[in-house]
């Protein structure tokens, strides 16, 4: 039986390239490049690359956005499920 701690809100590794985290990714201020990876949440003010996860947000984005729930922000179709994708 596996149960939720605070450890799996918390980043669980962030490299070049990518932000893989057990519940949410926050990137709020610097632009991301690459993955981002989280079970519940990534969100991100300008993001270039791929975000996985069940709730995607991102401001600015160049690439793909694969979940539940997926917005863009500055996109012609804002939100859009299961795969939301602006280039």
Same mark, same amino acid.
């Given at each position: 039986i596996y149960t939720l701690?605070?450890?799996d809100a918390l980043p669980i590794w962030e490299g070049r390239g990518a932000?893989?985290?057990g519940l949410?990714?926050?990137n709020g201020q610097a632009a991301c490049q690459g993955v981002q990876l989280a079970v519940l949440l990534n969100n991100s003010e300008s993001m270039k690359g791929v975000q996985? /996860?069940?709730v995607n947000i991102a401001g600015k984005?160049? /690439?793909v956005q694969i979940g539940l729930?997926?917005?863009i922000k500055e996109s012609s179709v804002p939100f859009f499920?299961?795969?939301n994708a602006h280039f």
């Open positions: 701690s605070l450890h932000q893989i985290a949410w990714n926050y996985i /996860g069940l984005m160049t /690439g729930v997926n917005v499920p299961i795969i």
